[in-house]
């Protein structure tokens, strides 16, 4: 009989099968790391299993926040998530930091509540504008109050030039009652940090500065921060500040084929055993860095009976990659409406075999050739649409760095790979 559906969701997966069947992803070294932390993988490449796995680490008090949920009064005042370019004026801008650092005290503040090492009432309308204070009653009821009305209170509500070291000093006095009272380091634990709106990502990464008492990973997909990240200079820089960590930089190598097939072993080990080793290293190749695509694929490979089957497996690949498609074009389609035609153009393209790099030009780009993979339109300037489609591509999964590439924010990259999913055809042609 064929295996029971596997996880393709870390947020389906209960904590006694987590501890159970996880597996450390290689090229991480030690987790939860010695310094605070970016965190950066593509789609289903197990950053949320990684989270969650922290959380049960016995040196620290760890407590796991989804920054989607956490700040999703934002995304409801600009209109727009993170797979999003939508003009937000650099005026508003100020505003929605202060609303997100008061959004992230709120969090704090109930999770901080179920562990009994709450926060005052005095300590988290210290947050607050006084516009927001003087609506908070004055009673035990503030958290409540909060979690009621806070996401719904207007960006104009807040301060345009917020003081988010408030923020910062009272996570640090919240961290040392931890200490004295557990006698453990606090570990901040933020996810799906590319699914907010970009301003959002100010005062988050200042978080991971290393001058903070407490530890923070963050993790993204590659791609995260607007379109001119450099209006925000006094971000902290990742090497002096903090660290950067990539999983899955290596999807070609020995060490992380053996990490999917050990993750298939675990997961579905009858669908392992009757997928062909062909097949097998075919379907692991297109997924690339992705577990969660490695696991749906076999699995949906191998009929109710537990044989394999060709055809099933084919309508398989489909199947995602139509929906993935999908996604991709919704996310792109104001940047460029046909990404269907290019990736046909590539496929007819002298040579074709996978994987596909694409060079990013870095002078003269209206002249390029390459430019017209990125946009329609025959000129534009390289920091602007050019950027944006390269970083959405990248949030959605359409492009991934090159194998072997760490991604990092603010550093430009000079290539990209075209995730082979959205290209290959069976019988298609690998580089060796």
Not at 338 to 354: E, N, V
Request: aromatic fraction near 8%; hydrophobic fraction near 40%; glycine fraction near 6%.
């Amino acid at each position: 009989m064929k295996d029971k559906q596997p996880p393709l969701d870390a947020e389906q997966v209960s904590t006694d099968d987590l501890k159970d069947a996880f597996l450390q992803p290689p090229g991480i070294g030690a987790f939860p790391p010695g310094r605070s932390t970016l965190l950066v993988g593509a789609r289903g490449s197990g950053k949320t299993m990684l989270l969650r796995t922290a959380r049960h680490h016995d040196d620290y008090v760890a407590i796991y926040g989804d920054l989607r949920k956490i700040l999703n009064g934002v995304s409801a005042d600009t209109g727009v998530g993170g797979l999003s370019f939508n003009e937000i004026a650099p005026s508003e801008e100020g505003y929605l930091h202060d609303k997100t650092a008061g959004l992230l005290m709120l969090w704090l503040a109930q999770e901080s509540k179920k562990r009994d090492v709450a926060f005052s009432r005095e300590q988290i309308v210290k947050v607050l504008p006084p516009g927001v204070r003087s609506q908070i009653p004055n009673d035990d009821q503030t958290i409540e109050w909060l979690d009621e009305n806070l996401p719904t209170i207007t960006p104009g509500m807040f301060r345009r030039a917020p003081n988010l070291d408030i923020l910062y000093d009272l996570i640090d006095e919240f961290a040392e009652r931890v200490r004295n009272k557990c006698g453990k380091n606090l570990l901040l634990l933020l996810d799906r940090a590319e699914e907010v709106p970009f301003p959002c990502l100010v005062p988050v990464l200042r978080l991971l500065d290393q001058n903070h008492s407490f530890r923070v990973v963050i993790a993204c997909r590659p791609g995260i921060l607007g379109s001119t990240p450099a209006v925000h200079p006094s971000l902290p820089r990742a090497g002096d500040h903090y660290d950067v960590r990539h999983l899955g930089y290596a999807p070609y190598s020995k060490e992380w084929r053996k990490f999917q097939v050990d993750v298939l072993r675990v997961w579905i080990p009858k669908s392992l055993e009757a997928i062909p080793h062909d097949a097998l290293e075919t379907l692991l190749k297109i997924c690339r860095d992705s577990m969660r695509c490695a696991l749906e694929l076999v699995y949906n490979s191998i009929e109710d009976d537990g044989r394999y089957s060709e055809s099933r497996s084919r309508a398989a690949v489909e199947n995602l990659k139509t929906m993935l498609f999908g996604a991709v074009q919704g996310s792109l389609r104001k940047l460029n409406d046909d990404i269907g035609g290019i990736l046909k153009a590539i496929r007819q393209s002298p040579g074709y075999k996978l994987p596909v790099l694409l060079e990013i030009p870095s002078a003269d780009t209206s002249k390029h050739e390459q430019l017209h993979l990125l946009d329609n339109a025959n000129s534009f300037h390289a920091s602007t649409r050019t950027e944006q489609f390269v970083r959405l591509a990248l949030r959605t999964w359409l492009l991934s760095v090159p194998d072997g590439t760490h991604w990092s924010p603010f550093v430009r990259l000079d290539a990209l790979e075209l995730n082979p999913i959205f290209l290959w055809d069976w019988g298609d042609t690998w580089e060796a």
